[in-house]
Each structure stands twice: as structure tokens, then as C-alpha cells.
Nanobody
Framework: QVQLVESGGGLVQAGGSLRLSCVVS????????MAWFRQAPGKEREYVAG????????DYAYSVNERFTISRVNAKSTLYLQMNSLKPEDTAVYYC??????????????????WGQGTQVTVSS
């Protein structure tokens, strides 16, 4: 059984930083495309950033580009999201997702097969 466990969320002031972590167990981590999504109250879950299973390709939503950095350490079965210059509009529950590769540009919820429980990120103004 594949499990994803996120950590690192919290409350931060605008302009601050947080680092999220996601540990994957139950299946070989390096076989998955990995991504972070987020969901704010009353809104749909949206793609934030992704890292390909080969480890060489990263991708970002326009809203977080140049502020957030996604990375993965296959030897630790861990995915990270470094978030800098946080804004109040970044407030959301952040979810880690793992997907068996099947799409050329995996940015949709349906491109991912396994999800973490989510971690709350709140940015105060």
C-alpha cells in the first residue's frame, strides 16, 4: 500500500519561507512522477509544481514560478517544496501526489494516483 505523508506546513508572515516535505512508502519512489497541489477554501485543487520520475525535469505553475522550488531525493523517498516570498494568496492546504507516468505534461489531478493527507499553509498579511 502506497502512503504519502506531508509535513512542514504552518503559519508564516507574508514574505517569509516554509519548506514542505513528503515521504513516500510502499512502492519504489523513483518510479513515480511527483507533484504538489494546493486547495484553498471554496476553490478547486490546483497544480503547484511537479518533478518527473527521472528526476531531471521540474515544472511550475505560473503563480509560483521563481518563488517555489520543487526537489526530490530518491534515496530518501522524499519530495520537497521550498516556498519563498510567500503571499497571502498562497494560503491553502498543500497536497503531495504520486503518479505512475502516463502523461507528457502531468499537471492534472487525474494524472496522479496517490495522495497525502495535506498540510495547512497560512500566510498572514
Amino acid at each position: 500500500q502506497v502512503q504519502l505523508v506531508e509535513s512542514g506546513g504552518g503559519l508564516v508572515q507574508a514574505g517569509g519561507s516554509l519548506r514542505l516535505s513528503c515521504v513516500v512508502s510502499g512502492r519504489r519512489f523513483s518510479s513515480f512522477n511527483m507533484a504538489w497541489f494546493r486547495q484553498a477554501p471554496g476553490k478547486e485543487r490546483e497544480y503547484v509544481a511537479g518533478a518527473s520520475w527521472q528526476g531531471g525535469t521540474t515544472d511550475y505553475a505560473y503563480s509560483v514560478n521563481e518563488r517555489f522550488t520543487i526537489s526530490r531525493v530518491n534515496a530518501k523517498s522524499t519530495l520537497y517544496l521550498q516556498m519563498n516570498s510567500l503571499k497571502p494568496e498562497d494560503t491553502a492546504v498543500y497536497y503531495c501526489a504520486a503518479g505512475i507516468p502516463r502523461s507528457m505534461q502531468p499537471r492534472m489531478v487525474t494524472d496522479y494516483d496517490y495522495w497525502g493527507q495535506g498540510t495547512q499553509v497560512t500566510v498572514s498579511s
